[in-house]
């Protein structure tokens, strides 16, 4: 079935620090891409997404692009800040068409930024 | 306007008792999922609403069901409750089915199972 790998963490920063975390997938077809935040306390809430190969995502300094050849969809952000603390989650659906079985979820990455 | 609200927002139960858990979603969405999530398995797909009716399920066992009212708001419902679905449940609404669309998601109801 679908899988979705992400490195787990916790990965910890230095404010103004590069921010990589990779995430690849397993999915026959031709899945959407996602990337979730859930900050503490709350739900998820959809920071950016791709829908075929070669699209970049973007929000809030995020971006993501959808490589197909290498199925990842890692999430960068050049300089990141105290508050981007967070689990991020990369996410896949529709890899079979229509949606079906929802989101297929990584186990998230704990992103800690120290000042 | 509102966002999803899931109620209740915590909740105790013991063993082998049932419990209902409940999602509005934001207005003029008819798409409702429902996932669990822990720290050992991570967030997984329990089912999909679309207009009162199910359209797909994840893969757990049948003491897990839930349905969609006419005003798309759902429900979902775990009998003879086992330790181990001691969880976060979050639900997600969207306006149309399928996972293409943006789904919104609540804070969750956190069950705990003694």
């Known amino acids: 079935g679908d899988s979705v790998t992400q490195m787990e963490g916790p990965v910890t920063l230095s404010e103004e620090a590069f921010l990589t975390i990779n995430c690849t997938y397993t999915a026959t077809g031709y899945p959407s891409l996602f990337w979730y935040v859930q900050y503490p306390g709350e739900g998820l809430q959809l920071l950016l997404k791709?829908?075929?190969?070669?699209d970049k995502g973007s929000n809030k300094g995020f971006e993501a692009t959808y490589r197909k050849e290498t199925t990842s969809f890692h999430l960068e952000k050049g300089s990141v800040q105290v508050s981007d603390s967070a689990v991020y989650f990369c996410?896949?659906?529709?890899?079979?068409?229509?949606?079906?079985?929802?989101?297929?979820f990584g186990k998230g990455t704990h992103l800690i930024i120290q000042p | 306007k509102a966002g999803v609200t899931q109620t209740p927002r915590y909740l105790i139960k013991t063993r082998g008792q049932q419990v209902t858990l409940s999602c509005s979603p934001i207005?003029?969405?008819?798409?409702v999922s429902w996932y669990q999530q822990t720290p050992g398995q991570g967030l997984q797909f329990l089912f999909e609403?679309?207009?009162?009716?199910?359209?797909n399920k994840g893969n757990f066992p049948g003491r897990f069901s839930g349905r969609q009212f006419s005003n798309s708001r759902s429900e979902m419902n775990v009998s003879t409750l086992e330790l181990g679905d001691s969880a976060l449940y979050l639900c997600a609404s969207s306006w149309w089915k399928g996972g293409n669309t943006e789904a919104f998601f609540g804070q969750g109801t956190r069950l705990t199972v003694v």
């Open positions: 207005s003029g969405h008819r798409s």
């Open positions: 609403y679309f207009s009162e009716t199910q359209r």
């Open positions: 996410a896949l659906s529709g890899a079979s068409g229509g949606g079906a079985d929802g989101l297929t």
């Open positions: 791709a829908t075929k190969a070669d």
